[in-house]
Structures are given as structure tokens and as C-alpha cells.
């Protein structure tokens, strides 16, 4: 058989020949043929190297072994004549060609002489490396604070960490040449074998403390092939693969073997034989071999941060892919908050094989190292450290005779009044204190109101505030779009996509137009167990979602009926009700005096006197409570709450921005964990039990612990706003009276009468009596006819024979959020017997 003239490739002479063919005056099948192959070829990038000039692979020769590579003894065998020939090669180090394959060894290039001085900084820190755990796990951390503080690495290598931005790759393999060759050193003598299995080994430095961090939005091209760290949210976790990085290939003419690096993982094949012969093509991969080198990777997807310093209103936050790999892979989860360190890379659009358009690239960071910012107390830190001047105005803040009322007037001062309601939301950012896994330091908050008071803008605000925070619209989100969502893609497998509440891990999600949302079930496990149980597409996981929840609601019927309650109002699942810790309600009550004051308050943007909330009106009287919504035993003389935090008429307050209040909220869920006093305890323990008390005697619907372990967050989350490391008593009559505000907007009928037979959270029923009597009148027709369902004219002829006057459509849906009725179909519902 004759050579191939062109390397060993027949596709180019197929594609001459048809050619030839062609103009000899051919078949058409056969011109057709050649255009055909060549426009698939040229156009899928499956074109030959002739076409498409490509620099020379980087690799090495493999020495002949004389063992057979078919048994048993042939790797371990050949690796060790690899490491013997580089000894007796006169390189000292056994795994330069792993380390640096395109350079030859010379023992006076400062190549060698950064290495021997990373050696003697392992030598003379050795208690800050645990050798044999580097042998096993093949990586190790490097503190680059630690390097700075040694001074002769900082003489023999004075620009070390110039070199790391500017060459990340080179230095790199010198850092870990070092400790590979340290590693060497520790060999016992005569173990050939683990000598052997060692030398192929590469050693992975994990550098530690490398700055500053950027944002991804700066990254430029100019930063290509340099080490970047950013810091942001995954948003996006792809499944783990296999990737070959060094190719082992035997020449089909010769038999000679060499090894050829896999650049960023693309194929990659000899363009020669290192040997001597004139082979150009004909390589066989050698799958087994000891020199074919596999490791894990997965990609993953990078959103910035929009926290300290904020973006653009209207702009999308930049996303980059990062490449894990080894000891990196599935080191973290969707919704972690982390800090990447690794060399900005690009890979062309079109295919992994680099044969696309050569002018498309896509960028990416291969990591080097991560870091996952778990802790709750280092999370809600999105700025690193406090500068002193954040440390002085968070002292000031503190010197203030009440801190709580400058933050309450802070928090959306564009809007009037509302203090309680603002106080209640201020808390949820604040947050109480878990003390175990079981409880929840979550403070869940729900307003519920008419429309155009400022519910909206009273979120937005508490997610600036936020040092983590998401605002979303419940008309424009999804269950998926909230919690996790499972994508399945050709070739990779499944991959998970984290939502807003998992991006909101240890902090605070704002969402909008809650009634208005299509599905809440994915809400349930969130806000009480903080975690996210994903069975989809064959993923079975549970990922954090340790998220507060603020939410603001409009009544289903466009203003809010007194005479129904919140479950009722919002037709929603009382059991998602009442996770809840506090629920407001907000009504658009006219009144003249306030009127006039928000009127001139709105005319000169900031606030004037206060004269009373918008939801301020003759509240009704009982035992339990008094008329001003605070405690009945409080000292006398003593203003209520929502007069303290109000503005006198004619006060100016100097308000805080919302950088100031962001880096307050994060201070003390950083470093204040309060502790509640025996005094503290004691009161909680007299209003639990007095709230028991009335339960017992107006025939409420029970109360349970739940509530008890909401008072604790509650009076936790006030400690903290006055940065006190006790929660005492002042503390917990705040906390009682915006729980008594609470309390009464949900028990207070349109007839000024409190309705104890409401749950605290706002569900239960408002008509009791109608609704027994309405079922047992249904119980009684359906024993009679034999059937459940009904139209809605039954229902109405079912209704006028009870005796029953009321409004039909309104006792229906009642009916239907309390499972009495359930409906089937267009005007048809099936009464559940109980």
C-alpha cells in the first residue's frame, strides 16, 4: 500500500478526486458528493488541519519500556523509567514535563530559582503544611499572608504576587513543582513504586487571601489569562463530567509513545512523531496508560452581587461560568454566596474543538480557589470589613437616645406614617437567633392592605436596606421561579437553577403582590424547615433557604372587608397564613387631620408632624387590650409605642441613607447575639400565659408554641437594634405592642367588635354560625338525595330553604377556602361531608 501523500488524512484526496472526476466529465452523483462533503465539513468545523493552521500541541516522549504495557506491571514500570530519565537527564526535579511540558530544564533560569525558592519557604514554614495530607489529597493551601511574612522569599522572590496576577499559569506550576519535589524528598528510599506513582502526580496549590476582589461587571478584556477574584451568588450548578488533561499516543509506524497535553480540555492529537520518524498522522490513544491523566470538572454560573455599591436602576446583574475542577467539584450549591479566585479564560462559541469562529470566544474563570461564605454571621458582611468611618457612624447610631426610631424614620421616609408597620418590617431585617437547628431565626412578615398606600415602596426600601436582599413580583414569578428549577441538558445531565429564595440564603426576600403569585406550596417548607427539597428529573437534594420573607398583599375583592378575614380577603392557605410571624393591615380610612398632614407631607417630600397611621381608627376595647395597643401594665405616663416613634409637629430628624442603615442591619447580625433577661422571660412568660387566659374565656382558637418561640425572635431582633447584647424588659413591651397592633387589625371586625374565633395570623373563619348551619343544611339534602354535588342555584334554593340571609357568593367562597366546598367545574361544587 502506498504512503498518503498528505500525512495519512484520505479526506483530502477523496474530496480532489471527486473534484478530478467532476471536471473529467463525471457522474452528477459523484459532483455532488464532493460539494456536499466539503460544505458539511467546512461548515461544522470538521475541517482538515491543512484548512485550518493550528499551533503545535505541547507534549513530550515516553521512554520505551521493556516490560510488556499489556500486563499487569507495564505503567508502573514505564513511569518509573520516565522519572529515571529525567534523572539521569541531569534535571533534579522528576516532574518538570508535567509542570512546565513546552520548557527544558536549565539549573541558572529563574524558572528554577523561583522554585528552590517556594522550596526553602516549605522548609523553614513546615508546621503550616501537613505533608502527608498534601501526598494524599494532592493539594494543599497557600496563605499568601504567610508568604509576605517570610522575608527571604520575599528577597529571592520579590514580585510574587505580580507574577500571580500577570502569570497565574507559570507561577502556579512553580509554587507546586516546589511541593511536589518536597514531597519527593520525603520518600523513603527503595520504594520505587510510590516514587513511581508520585512523579506522575501534579500537586494543585489553593491560593488563600489573594486581592482585591472586583466585580464582575469590571472584568475587561485587557484581564485575559490573569488571576481575577470575584465574589457573587451561584446561581446555576451543572453536573460533574470527566475531562482528559494529557493524552497518551503510540505512533502506528514506529511504536514509539508520547504524551500530549489537553489544553482547557480540547482534543488534541500529535502532529508528528517524536521519535525520528516521518509520521504525520495514525496515532493510537492509549486509554490505559499510565500517562492519560482524567479528572472531574463542572461548570458553574456566577452572578454578581448588587450589595455596598449598587448598580444602575434597570440594569441585569453580569454572570460569568466558572470552571471547578478535582477537589473542587460539587465543593458548593446553588444559592451559596462565595468568592472565586481564578484565571480568566476564553473558549470559542461554536464547539469545544476550537475549529468555530475563530473571532466568537466566550469568557470564563477556571477556579483556582473557592471559597464558600457559609456562616451567617460572615455572610450578611457583603463588604469584607467595616472601615472606621462605617465603625463611627454605627457609633453614633448607637450614641442616639433611641436608635430604633431613627431607623424607623430611615426605612422609606417617602412614605408617611405607617410606623408600626415599619417597625414590624425593620425587626424582620434585623432578625432574631437560632439557638438549635430546629428553630428558625427567620421573622416572617406580611402586610395586607388597600391599594395605593405605599405597601410596594415600603418593600422596595427593605431591599435596599438588605445587605441581601431580592425584590420580586408575585404577578411575574413562578413556584420553580422562587425555589429551584431542574434542567436537563443533552450530553451534561441535570443541573440546578436556583430561585429567589434560594438566592436570598441568610437574608431577605421581598415579594410583591403575594395574593396574585401562582403557586405558594414551594413557600411552605421554605419559611418554616429553611430548605428546599428538590425530587425532579432523577435529582433528589435539599438545598438552603435559610430567607426571611417580607410580603405585601392586595384583597381579592380590590379593598379590604373588615367583615372577612386575611385568608379570606386574600384567598390563601391558612396554613401558609400562618407561618407568619406578624400580619398588618392596612386601610385607607379617611380622616381629616391626617389627611392634611399627608398632604403637606407629600408636598415637601419629608416628613412633618405625624399625626396618626393611615390604619388609625377607634379601636375596640376589651380586657386583653387597651385603646392604645400597648401593654395594660406598662409604667404610667408612658406614651405608646407608635407615639413615640412618630415626629412631633415641626421636628426635623436627620435620616439616615440606606448605605448607612445597610451597614447597621449588617453590623449587628454580625456581631450582636442578645440574650434574653430573667425579667425579659418573665414578661413573655405573663403575656404567653395571659394570651392563654383569653383563649379560655372568649373561646379563641388555641394557641400554641409557635407563637411563644415568634415573641423570643421578636424581642431578639429589638435587642439588636440598639446593638445590646441583653433583650430586657423595654425591649419586650416594644415587641408586645407591635404584637397587640397586629392582633387587633386581625380580630377587628367592620362593627368595631373583636372576633376571637380568627386565628392571630389572620385565618379561621368570620362566619361561624352561617357556615355549621349552611353544611348541616347540605348534610342533611345530600343524605336525602344521595349526591354532593350542587349548582350554584341549588346552593342559592338550598340557602332561602335554611333560612340562611347572606350573601351567596361571598358564603360560598368562604366555604371553599375552609375545604366545605369544593369546586368541580364551572358553576359546580361537591360538598365535603365531614
Request: with cysteine; proline share 4%; net charge positive.
Amino acid at each position: 500500500m502506498a504512503e498518503n501523500p498528505t500525512g495519512g488524512n484520505p479526506t483530502q484526496n477523496t474530496t480532489n478526486n471527486a473534484g478530478s472526476s467532476n471536471r473529467r466529465g463525471g457522474s452528477s452523483r459523484g459532483a455532488r458528493g464532493g460539494w456536499r462533503g466539503n460544505w458539511r465539513g467546512n461548515y461544522r468545523g470538521y475541517r482538515h488541519q491543512a484548512y485550518v493552521p493550528r499551533e503545535k500541541p505541547v507534549g513530550f516522549a515516553l521512554p520505551s519500556s521493556s516490560a510488556d504495557s499489556s500486563s499487569g506491571s507495564g505503567p508502573p514500570t514505564q513511569a518509573t523509567c520516565f522519572s529515571t530519565s529525567l534523572r539521569n537527564s541531569g534535571c533534579e526535579y522528576v516532574a518538570w514535563k508535567i509542570y512546565f511540558p513546552n520548557e527544558d530544564y536549565s539549573s541558572s533560569s529563574k524558572t528554577v530559582h523561583r522554585v528552590r525558592a517556594m522550596q526553602k519557604h516549605y522548609g523553614d514554614f513546615a508546621d503550616l503544611y501537613d505533608l502527608p495530607q498534601v501526598k494524599a489529597t494532592c493539594w494543599f493551601e497557600l496563605k499568601l499572608d504567610a508568604c509576605d511574612n517570610d522575608q527571604q522569599l520575599r528577597t529571592q522572590w520579590s514580585t510574587l504576587r505580580q507574577d500571580l496576577t500577570d502569570s497565574p499559569e507559570h507561577t502556579l506550576a512553580c509554587i507546586g513543582l516546589a511541593m511536589h519535589h518536597t514531597l519527593m524528598s520525603q520518600q523513603p528510599t527503595g520504594s520505587t513504586q510510590s516514587d513511581a506513582k508520585l512523579c506522575l502526580q501534579t500537586i494543585r496549590p489553593r491560593i488563600v487571601g489573594y486581592g482585591p476582589e472586583v466585580s464582575i461587571s469590571s472584568i475587561k478584556v485587557s484581564s485575559m489569562g490573569k488571576l481575577v477574584s470575584v465574589r457573587g451568588t451561584i446561581i446555576r450548578a451543572g453536573a460533574t463530567q470527566i475531562m482528559n488533561t494529557w493524552c497518551a499516543f503510540r505512533c502506528a509506524q514506529c511504536g514509539s509513545e508520547q504524551a500530549v497535553q489537553q489544553k482547557d480540555g480540547i482534543y488534541t492529537t500529535p502532529t508528528s512523531c517524536h521519535s525520528g520518524c516521518k509520521a504525520r498522522g495514525h496515532f493510537v490513544l492509549l486509554q490505559q496508560s499510565a500517562f492519560t491523566r482524567m479528572e472531574a470538572y463542572q461548570t458553574l454560573r456566577l452572578q454578581e452581587t448588587t450589595q455596598g455599591s449598587r448598580t444602575v436602576a434597570g440594569s441585569a446583574a453580569k454572570n460569568i461560568e466558572i470552571e471547578l475542577t478535582h477537589e473542587l467539584v460539587d465543593s458548593v450549591c446553588p444559592g451559596d454566596d462565595v468568592t472565586v479566585t481564578g484565571i480568566l479564560k476564553a473558549r470559542s462559541q461554536d464547539g469545544s474543538d476550537g475549529a468555530g469562529k475563530a473571532s466568537m470566544f466566550k469568557a470564563y474563570l477556571q477556579a483556582v480557589y473557592v471559597r464558600s461564605n457559609k456562616n451567617v454571621l460572615a455572610n450578611w458582611n457583603r463588604l469584607a470589613e467595616f472601615t472606621e468611618l462605617d465603625m463611627e457612624a454605627i457609633r453614633l447610631i448607637k450614641a442616639e437616645p433611641s436608635p430604633f426610631r431613627l431607623l424607623v424614620q430611615s426605612l422609606c421616609p417617602t412614605i408617611y406614617g405607617h410606623e408600626i408597620v415599619k417597625a414590624g418590617l425593620l425587626l424582620g431585617l434585623f432578625g432574631g437567633m437560632a439557638n438549635t437547628a430546629r428553630t428558625r431565626a427567620e421573622i416572617h412578615v406580611l402586610v395586607v392592605g388597600d391599594p395605593g398606600i405605599g405597601k410596594s415602596q415600603i418593600l422596595q426600601s427593605c431591599a435596599n436596606v438588605s445587605p441581601r436582599g431580592i425584590f420580586v413580583c408575585g404577578t411575574n414569578s413562578s413556584n420553580v421561579g422562587l425555589t429551584v428549577t431542574v434542567r436537563t441538558e443533552k450530553g451534561v445531565g441535570a443541573s440546578l437553577e436556583a430561585g429567589a429564595l434560594v438566592l436570598a440564603d441568610q437574608g431577605v426576600c421581598c415579594i410583591d403582590e403575594f395574593d396574585k403569585m401562582s403557586g405558594h406550596s414551594g413557600l411552605l417548607e421554605v419559611m418554616e424547615q429553611r430548605s428546599v427539597s428538590v425530587a425532579k428529573a432523577g435529582v433528589i437534594c435539599t438545598v438552603p433557604a435559610r430567607t426571611t420573607v417580607l410580603a405585601a398583599a392586595n384583597p381579592a375583592g380590590g379593598h379590604y372587608n373588615k367583615a372577612k378575614t386575611v385568608s379570606e380577603n386574600l384567598k390563601l392557605h391558612p396554613a401558609l397564613l400562618s407561618r407568619f410571624d406578624l400580619v398588618f393591615i392596612l386601610l385607607d380610612r379617611s380622616n381629616e387631620r391626617t389627611d392634611n398632614l399627608l398632604t403637606a407631607h407629600i408636598q415637601k417630600v419629608h416628613g412633618l408632624a405625624k399625626a396618626g397611621s393611615s390604619h388609625l381608627q377607634p379601636q375596640p376595647s376589651h380586657p386583653f387590650f387597651d385603646a392604645s395597643g400597648h401593654c395594660s401594665y406598662e409604667e404610667e405616663g408612658e406614651p405608646p409605642l407608635e407615639e413615640r416613634l412618630r415626629l412631633a409637629p415641626g421636628e426635623q430628624m436627620d435620616l439616615l441613607p440606606p448605605e448607612i442603615v445597610q451597614k447597621y442591619i449588617g453590623y449587628a447580625r454580625k456581631n450582636v447575639q442578645p440574650k434574653l433577661t430573667a425579667k425579659a422571660a418573665e414578661e413573655l412568660r405573663e403575656f404567653f400565659v395571659e394570651l392563654r387566659r383569653a383563649h379560655n374565656h372568649m373561646d379563641m382558637i388555641p394557641v400554641t408554641t409557635r407563637q411563644l418561640e415568634g415573641l423570643i425572635r421578636l424581642t431578639q431582633a429589638r435587642a439588636k437594634i440598639d446593638l445590646s447584647p441583653e433583650a430586657t424588659v423595654a425591649h419586650v413591651r416594644d415587641v408586645l405592642a407591635i404584637l397587640r397592633q397586629s392582633m387587633l387589625d386581625v380580630f377587628s371586625t367592620d362593627e368595631g367588635d373583636l372576633q376571637f374565633t380568627r386565628l392571630t395570623n389572620g385565618s379561621g373563619t368570620s362566619k361561624t354560625s352561617m357556615v355549621r348551619k349552611f353544611a348541616r343544611v347540605l348534610a342533611s339534602r345530600s343524605a336525602v338525595t344521595g349526591t354532593t354535588l350542587y349548582t350554584m342555584a341549588e346552593l342559592r334554593q338550598a340557602m332561602a330553604a335554611g333560612g340562611i340571609v347572606a350573601n351567596c357568593n361571598e358564603l360560598i367562597d368562604t366555604m371553599n377556602i375552609q375545604g366545605f366546598l369544593l369546586k368541580k367545574g364551572r358553576d359546580c361544587y361537591k360538598f365535603i361531608i365531614e
